[in-house]
T-cell receptor, first 112, second 114 residues
């Protein structure tokens, strides 16, 4: 069963606007959450993370928000750029395992 | 600094053949992970090692799959015998051990079993 879900397979945003990617999880043991960006024929690249003791983490144009009560996190990209076009994966870990549980990804297209 | 290095990048072989995928983690990282990506199941863990010791192999599909980490700088994932349903992209990732340590991925091996 999928413990991390990204319900939007794709998203299209105009350059300069905000991109918001969403992720939901079901396992309350998860305490570390990450976003990865993936281009075709490459491996996932780490983008930003957040631990469960925080509700927000910011790195340049990228901000991740965590709502533990709703078991929901989101990635905001402001402003969006054409180079941000990629597949974005949400991942989570916690409990007894170091392994990452991944969502199925959201394909972001930023148009000029 | 060199990232995680995987070889080969592509492998095409006939069913029944033995397949060996290789991974060199980032120097100094003491955790290593093997993941598989398919259209149906997405990215899923196969096995991971801490300090060269296998910790969780519950994701290994069946006995045809085996993984080893003989030293801190090398790991292999072997499939014997291979089957068409093993066709996927296999990723290796490494990280420092501990909470709040992101995993860093190689570029994967695209495996096609005919």
């Amino acid at each position: 069963d999928q413990q991390v879900k990204q319900n939007s397979p794709s998203l299209s945003v105009q350059e300069g606007r905000i991109s918001i990617l969403n992720c939901d999880y079901t396992n309350s043991m998860f305490d570390y959450f990450l976003w990865y960006k993936k281009y075709p024929a490459e491996g996932p690249t780490f983008l930003i993370s957040i631990s469960s003791i925080k509700d927000k983490n910011e790195d340049g144009r990228f901000t991740v928000f965590l709502n533990k009560s709703a078991k929901h996190l989101s990635l905001h990209i402001v402003p969006s750029q054409p180079g941000d076009s990629a597949v974005y994966f949400c991942a989570a870990s916690g409990g007894m395992s170091d392994a990452l549980n991944f969502g199925k990804g959201t394909s972001l297209l930023v148009t000029p | 600094d060199a990232g995680v290095i995987q070889s080969p990048r592509h492998e095409v072989t006939e069913m029944g053949q033995e397949v060996t995928l290789r991974c060199k983690p980032i120097s100094g990282h003491n955790s290593l992970f093997w993941y598989r990506q398919t259209m149906m199941r997405g990215l899923e863990l196969l096995i991971y090692f801490n300090n060269n010791v296998p910790i969780d192999d519950s994701g290994m599909p069946e006995d045809r799959f085996s993984a080893k980490m003989p030293n801190a700088s090398f790991s292999t994932l072997k499939i014997q015998p291979s089957e068409p349903r093993d066709s996927a992209v296999y990723f290796c990732a490494s990280s420092l051990r501990g909470f709040d340590q992101p995993q860093h991925f190689g570029d994967g091996t695209r495996l096609s079993i005919l």
